[in-house]
Antibody, heavy 121, light 111 residues
Framework: QVQLVQSGAEVKKPGASVKVSCKAS????????IHWVRQAPGQGLEWMGW????????NYAQNFQGRVTMTRDTSISIVYMELSRLTSDDTAVYYC??????????????WGQGTLVTVSS | QSALTQPASVSGSPGQSITISCTGT?????????VSWYQQHPGKVPKLLIY???NRPSGVSNRFSGSKSGNTASLTISGLQAEDEADYYC???????????FGTGTKVTVL
């Protein structure tokens, strides 16, 4: 079955960077976009960006431009999301989710299990 | 980049129908048929319920239905059940530097 498995929880200090991985299985990795979405404690969902695993082309939400980098390794079907210059406002659960075959496809299914990133001094 | 507007909470009795609205602009909800809906139980991962305004993925109950009129999309849950108590989020494609946006979220309570 289609599955996304993320790396484990992280604790980082303010100003540091974090890199979260998302391993895909059960489908052709390069056929579908991968999106990243985060959810701060008790808050709603926030779209961060997507990566086209085939071309490695990325699109980032304006709020994260300059701080986020999404990459992929097609040999092992893994997508990475790195967020730099962390502040306490970045404390959240970070999800990867499979999108559609086209850039505009607005559906996210399935989702990874989530990775809690805690930013604390 | 502002989120789509949803009511903070909606409630209903078992067996009733409820509707959750999701209001955007002509740059997102009103301009494209790229609206999706998600259900999230506490501490759980979001689950896709509806995509492209009104399409249900396989395995999703037909008690969930979606529609759109102008800049407002709606999710209707019919035959409300206790297990439907959760948070619900809409999402839309947006013609801006931020391509996708979520709604503010709605907490559904089954009385």
């Amino acid at each position: 079955q289609v599955q996304l498995v993320q790396s484990g929880a992280e604790v980082k200090k303010p100003g540091a960077s974090v890199k979260v991985s998302c391993k895909a299985s059960g489908y052709t990795f390069t056929d579908y976009y991968i999106h990243w979405v985060r959810q701060a404690p008790g808050q709603g969902l926030e779209w961060m960006g997507w990566i086209n695993p085939n071309s490695a082309y990325t699109n980032y939400a304006q709020n994260f431009q300059g701080r986020v980098t999404m990459t992929r390794d097609t040999s092992i079907s893994i997508v990475y999301m790195e967020l730099s210059r962390l502040t306490s406002d970045d404390t959240a659960v970070y999800y990867c989710a499979r999108g559609g075959r086209a850039a505009r496809d607005n559906w996210f299914d399935p989702w990874g299990q989530g990775t809690l990133v805690t930013v604390s001094s | 980049q502002s989120a789509l507007t949803q009511p903070a909470s909606v409630s209903g009795s078992p067996g009733q129908s409820i509707t959750i609205s999701c209001t955007g602009t002509s740059s997102d909800v009103g301009g494209y048929n790229y609206v999706s809906w998600y259900q999230q139980h506490p501490g759980k991962v979001p689950k896709l319920l509806i995509y492209d305004v009104s399409n249900r993925p396989s395995g999703v109950s037909n008690r969930f239905s979606g529609s759109k009129s102008g800049n407002t999309a709606s999710l209707t849950i019919s035959g409300l059940q206790a297990e439907d108590e959760a948070d619900y989020y809409c999402s839309s494609y947006r013609s801006s530097s931020t391509l996708f946006v979520f709604g503010t979220g709605t907490k559904v309570t089954v009385l």
